[in-house]
């Protein structure tokens, strides 16, 4: 039987790290500290560095990261942020969580992000903030613009990188652009941990005072408890698994970087519509999204020629039955990408030769 290409193959991912991990592993056991250690300050030192920013956070996960960055900011009811429509569920999830409304604003229909005129249309007296999403890893094209506009109107500017680890714009790097950032390492992520991680970026310090003790019930000094806090904490564990992994994560990115232009310059099926192409790393191809017709019949056809692809995603989160009160909304762009859209395999393992056999089967697609 014939080979499938895996949309995602994390054992091969991690295996390279075999020995190290295991090493790690035992000076961790041997070491007897487990909770906010040597490794969660060594990462946050490193991933501030890498990304450009003053102060890294440690959390447990991308979730909890932007819903820390609100609650820190004091967003919560009666508040409005403004958010494209075109996002994971959790970017939502998140607002709701603290009780603000989200605002959702269409995206561009080729970079499938948020635009600053959709941005501009959404202000009302209630925003306070606007929450950009560096969707599929492309950061947002008019980041700089959006960050300008922010300032002059006094809103805060969040980011969601959680999809774009090491996406850059003038050599500028998403995390480094907002008032703050929200990561996760979700293991299917470019930096992705063994488990759930995440990290918040800021050049505030007062900001990243705080975060330190909401993350950590509210505390700075043991049993005193300033805030009324949560446990957020990232894992030492996965902290250290992190340290080793981020080492890699440029030349990762350059792979699918390479993967990603191969796909560009040789998909050429009619039926098939290609992402906006970008600029060296504004896109980091955390997936290769692609838009087709009659979606569920190509993915059976791939399926059947052996290649396995994702839905990113298949419900709008205004369309979820979660969120009832915003199934009413109609928000035609949004709603097309979702009918329509399909990840073909990107990855730092997958070969060369693997992606012009996907290239070949998605050129030969017919209905
Ligand atoms: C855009 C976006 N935001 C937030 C999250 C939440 O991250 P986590 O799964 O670590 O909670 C994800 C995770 O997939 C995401 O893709």
């Known amino acids: 039987m014939k080979k499938m290409i895996k949309f995602l193959d994390l054992k091969s991912i991690n295996l390279k790290y075999e020995k190290e991990f295991h090493d790690l592993l035992q000076t961790f056991l041997e070491s007897g500290w487990y909770i ?3 490794m969660v300050e060594e990462f946050e030192d490193k991933f501030a560095k890498y990304c450009g920013a003053k102060h890294c956070i440690g959390v447990s996960n991308g979730l909890d990261a932007l819903k820390l960055i609100l609650r820190a900011y004091d967003i919560g009811p009666g508040d409005e942020v403004i958010v494209p429509a075109n996002t994971y569920i959790a970017t939502i999830l998140a607002i709701t969580q603290v009780g603000a409304t989200p605002v959702f604003v269409e995206p561009d229909a080729r970079t499938f992000n ?37 300032e002059k109107n006094a809103l805060k500017l969040f980011e969601d990188a959680a999809q774009a680890h090491g996406a850059a714009i003038n050599g500028r790097k998403a995390g480094s652009f907002g008032n703050a950032a929200a990561f996760s390492f979700y293991p299917g992520k470019n930096l992705g ?9 800021t050049d505030d310090v007062n900001f990243a005072k705080k975060l330190i003790a909401l993350r950590n019930y509210g505390s700075f000094v043991k049993y005193e408890n300033l805030y009324q806090g949560y446990n957020n904490r990232l894992d030492e564990i996965q902290a250290a698994f992190l340290i080793l992994k981020l080492k890699d994560l440029d030349e990762d990115n350059l792979i699918r970087n390479k993967l990603a232009t191969i796909y560009l310059e040789e998909i050429n099926n009619p039926l098939v519509t290609l992402p906006a192409s970008s600029k060296s790393n504004e896109n980091v191809w955390h997936v290769f999204p692609i838009l087709v017709k009659e979606r569920s019949k190509f993915i059976k056809y791939m399926k059947e020629n052996g290649v396995e692809t994702l839905i990113h995603y298949p419900i709008p989160p205004h369309k979820q039955k979660a969120y009832k009160e915003f199934n009413n909304l109609k928000l035609e ?14 990855s730092p393992v997958h070969t060369h030769e693997e992606i012009t056999a996907i290239i070949k089967i998605t050129n030969n697609y017919k209905f």
């Open 333 to 346: 762009v949004t709603e097309d990408i979702h009918e329509n859209i399909v990840s073909l395999p990107i």
């Open 114 to 150: 948020i635009t600053l005129a959709n941005i501009k249309l959404a202000i009302t007296n209630k925003t306070k903030a606007v929450m950009v999403v560096h969707l599929y890893g492309r950061i947002v094209t008019e980041i700089e613009e959006i960050k300008d506009f922010c």
């Open 193 to 201: 941990a063994l488990g759930d991680a995440g990290a918040i970026t």
């Open 36 to 38: 906010n250690g040597s």
